[in-house]
C-alpha cells in the first residue's frame, strides 16, 4: 500500500546551508509551488484557518524539500519558508500577484501571457514585471482556481467559456480592496489578464474632497442632490472612477434606509460598510451554465428587488436593456436611486440611453418615447473625466436633466461646466431644483463661480 499524500506524521524541517543548496529561478520556484499547492489542495479544500492551513502546508514543504534532497537537489530553509508563504498566498490570496494587489500604489495588473506582466501605478506610470507562471497553461490553471474559488460567484473558464469576468475576494475582506477580473482564452493567441484594484472601496465625498476629485461647492451640491432624492446617474470614459464616486454619494445616506445593490459582478460592496450601510441586499447577475441554461440578468434583478420594501437602488453598471427596469423603478417609489453607464460626455448620455434601451426588451421603442423617460426620470448626469497626463479623475460636469420641450431630446441645464483648471466643473447656471436642495440644507452661494474655485494638486 503505497505512503499518503499529504503526510500524516510529522516531519523535522531540513536545514540546508544555503552555500549547499541549490539556487532556485523564478520557474523552477513556480513550479514547486504549483507541486505543493497542488498535493496540499485535498487537505485544504475546506480549510479557512490560515494558522490550520500553514500546519498542513510546512508538512508539504518538508515532505517535497526530503523528495528533492533525496533526488540530489538540497533546498535551502530560506526556500523553504519561502515556499510556504507562497503557497499560503496561492491559496487565501491571489498567488504570484499578492504582493501587487496589496500595494497601494499599484491601480491595475495587465497579463499578456504567463510572462508579459505589465504593473499600473496610480501616478500613471507602466512598468514591465516579473513572470507569474512557467507557461501559459499554468497561468490557466491559475486563473481558474481564482474563478472557482476566489470569485464571489464561481465561473467557468475555458475554452468553451473563454471570456471570463468577475470579481474576486483577494484575500482578508476587511483590508478595503476591491479586485476586479477580466480573462480571455482562446479568442487571444495567449491567455490574457487583466486586474483592476479598486483601493477607494470605503469612500465618502470628504475623502474625494481632499483627492481633488470634487471642489467644495460639487461636495456641497452632490450631497444635497443625495438627501433629496434626486435620481442621479454617473458618466464617464474606462477608469475615470465611476464606480468610486457611486460609492461616495452613497456613503450620504441614512445608515438605516434599506438599499439594493445590483451588479453584474460585486465591485460596490456596500453590504460589507456596515458601519454606513446597515440595511443593503446585494445582488449579482448570473451567468449561463455551460448548456446556456440559467442565466439571470439584471433586468431579471431590477423588478425582484423591488419586492423586497427597498427604498432605492444602486446599479453598478447599466450596459444593456436592463435601463428599462431601472427607469420604471425610479418613476414607481424609488427616488433617489443612482447608477452608472458608460459614456464619454453628458450630451453623449441620451444617444447612450436610447442604444442601451433598444437592444432588449424595448427593441421598438420610438427614440421619442425614450427621450420622453429619460427626461421624466434622471434628475442629474454627473460627468468624470480622467486626465492621463497626471492620472487624476475629477467631476467635469453636472448636468440637470428635464423633460423634452422644443426637441425630441429632454431639456437640460448645465449646472457645472468644464471650464476651470484642465476641464474641471465650474457653476454655470441656477438649476431648477434649487428649491428641493435648499429644502435639505444646500447653501446657494456655493454656485457663485468665485465661490467654487479648485484647489489643483
Request: hydrophobic share 40%.
Amino acid at each position: 500500500m503505497s505512503s499518503p499524500w499529504p503526510p500524516r506524521i510529522t516531519i523535522d524541517p531540513i536545514v540546508i546551508p544555503e552555500t549547499q543548496a541549490v539556487p532556485y529561478n523564478d520557474f523552477a520556484f513556480r513550479d514547486a509551488v504549483l507541486a505543493i499547492t497542488t498535493a496540499a489542495a485535498d487537505d485544504l479544500k475546506d480549510t479557512e484557518d490560515r494558522d490550520e492551513a500553514r500546519k498542513v502546508i510546512q508538512a508539504q514543504v518538508q515532505y517535497w524539500a526530503q523528495g528533492q534532497l533525496a533526488a540530489g537537489v538540497p533546498v535551502s530553509f530560506a526556500t523553504q519558508r519561502r515556499l510556504v508563504d507562497a503557497v499560503i498566498d496561492e491559496r487565501f490570496e491571489l498567488g504570484v500577484l499578492t504582493p501587487y494587489v496589496k500595494d497601494s500604489r499599484v491601480e491595475s495588473i495587465d497579463l499578456n501571457g504567463c510572462d508579459q506582466v505589465w504593473i499600473t501605478y496610480n501616478d500613471g506610470a507602466c512598468a514591465r514585471g516579473p513572470a507569474v507562471a512557467t507557461s501559459d497553461d499554468d497561468l490557466i490553471k491559475m486563473i481558474q482556481m481564482w474563478a472557482l474559488h476566489k470569485s464571489y460567484n464561481p465561473r467557468e473558464f475555458s475554452a468553451a467559456s473563454p471570456l471570463l469576468n468577475t470579481a474576486l475576494r483577494p484575500g482578508d475582506e476587511d483590508d478595503g480592496v476591491g479586485v476586479r477580473l477580466s480573462a480571455t482564452m482562446a479568442v487571444t493567441r495567449r491567455p490574457c489578464a487583466s486586474i483592476r484594484c479598486h483601493r477607494l472601496v470605503d469612500v465618502t465625498l470628504d475623502d474625494l474632497l481632499k483627492l481633488g476629485t470634487i471642489n467644495r461647492s460639487l461636495h456641497a451640491f452632490l450631497r444635497a442632490a443625495v438627501l433629496a432624492r434626486l435620481n442621479i446617474v454617473i458618466t464617464g470614459g474606462t477608469a475615470a472612477g465611476k464606480t468610486t464616486l457611486l460609492r461616495a454619494l452613497a456613503s450620504v445616506i441614512d445608515p438605516a434606509e434599506r438599499l439594493a445593490t445590483l451588479e453584474s459582478d460585486y465591485e460596490l460592496f456596500l453590504d460589507r460598510l456596515t458601519h454606513r450601510h446597515q440595511n443593503v441586499i446585494a445582488f449579482q447577475a448570473r451567468q449561463a451554465n455551460s448548456e446556456g441554461a440559467g442565466a439571470i440578468g439584471l433586468n431579471d434583478l431590477i423588478p425582484h428587488s423591488l419586492r423586497k420594501n427597498i427604498k432605492r437602488i444602486i446599479v453598478g453598471e447599466v450596459r444593456a436593456d436592463e435601463i428599462v427596469p431601472m427607469f420604471e423603478a425610479m418613476n414607481t417609489g424609488h427616488p433617489g436611486s443612482m447608477c452608472t453607464v458608460h459614456a464619454d460626455g453628458t450630451e453623449e448620455i441620451f444617444n447612450r440611453i436610447v442604444m442601451l434601451w433598444t437592444r432588449g426588451v424595448g427593441a421598438q421603442t420610438p427614440p421619442a418615447v425614450i427621450h420622453l423617460n429619460t427626461g421624466e426620470t434622471i434628475d442629474l448626469v454627473v460627468h468624470l473625466r480622467l486626465d492621463p497626463a497626471t492620472n487624476t479623475r475629477f467631476v467635469s460636469e453636472v448636468l440637470e436633466v428635464l423633460p423634452p420641450a422644443d426637441s425630441e431630446l429632454p431639456s437640460r441645464n448645465h449646472i457645472y461646466r468644464p471650464t476651470g483648471p484642465n476641464g474641471r466643473a465650474v457653476p454655470d447656471i441656477t438649476p431648477q431644483c434649487l428649491p428641493q436642495l435648499k429644502a435639505v440644507g444646500f447653501d446657494p452661494s456655493l454656485l457663485d463661480p468665485f465661490a467654487a474655485r479648485w484647489e489643483t494638486r
